[in-house]
């Protein structure tokens, strides 16, 4: 992860307090390295590798008697010896499951790897599961107007959400929101995370002071500065 700076995160903060001077609604700003460190990844690739290489050694023509001979077994002269050579062949086989299974599962778990295998669908699910949870423990929905705008990019799986309480989520059409997205992610394919932030905030103050000006004796109720969640 690109280091925030004091000023970068300075910036953000002074965004957020310019953005809010228009509107009644709040933002907040969260920035998460990763959100999970998808330790199931690795323990499906392994199933899976010491599931289907045995079988595709099968298929290929590898067989039990080659196993024996290869690595080292006496060969089967007379029928009453093939129970016990059988034995030997499954052993081995088994031998080479377990081995299969501890190389995959230790090449699935460096990190780089370990996103690459990791399916879409599976990184999409845990940041917006970890966005909402901090919707929630930051207590957006619970503002006076429900009227909180989450802003959430984790940059290790390369998503943002946006997350808009039913105050505000009612009143702006969702085409809006998507220009917000296009902000945050155009920041971050360019690796500049604040100007990302900034102009996604900037651009949430302009729909929640269309749909939610500022009203008499408003209160900011949440902290303006971004919030940098630790690497899990």
Request: aromatic fraction near 6%; charge should be negative; charged fraction near 20%.
């Amino acid at each position: 992860m690109r280091k925030m700076t004091p000023e970068d995160q300075a910036r953000i903060a002074d965004a957020v307090a310019a953005a809010e001077k228009t509107t009644a609604g709040e933002i907040f700003c969260v920035l998460a390295p990763e959100v999970s460190d998808y330790r199931e990844t690795p323990l499906v690739w392994a199933a899976a590798v010491a599931l289907v290489l045995p079988a595709v050694a099968l298929f290929a023509g590898l067989r039990p008697d080659m196993l024996t001979s290869l690595f080292g077994g006496w060969t089967v002269g007379h029928a009453s010896a093939t129970d016990a050579a059988i034995l030997s062949a499954l052993s081995i086989y088994i031998g080479l499951q377990v081995a299969a299974f501890i190389v995959a599962a230790l090449l699935v778990s460096i990190p780089p790897i370990r996103r690459a295998l990791t399916p879409r669908a599976l990184k999409a699910a845990a940041v917006k599961r970890a966005a909402m949870e901090q919707f929630m423990s930051h207590g957006l929905h619970l503002t006076r107007d429900r009227t909180g705008v989450l802003i959430f990019a984790a940059l290790a799986e390369h998503r943002v959400e946006v997350i808009a309480d039913e105050g505000i989520y009612k009143a702006a059409p969702n085409a809006v929101w998507d220009e917000v997205v296009a902000d945050l992610v155009a920041g971050m394919k360019a690796g500049r995370i604040a100007d990302g932030f900034v102009a996604a905030v900037t651009r949430v103050g302009e729909i929640l002071a269309s749909h939610v000006p500022v009203r008499e004796a408003d209160t900011n109720e949440l902290s303006d500065g971004l919030t940098i969640l630790p690497r899990n």
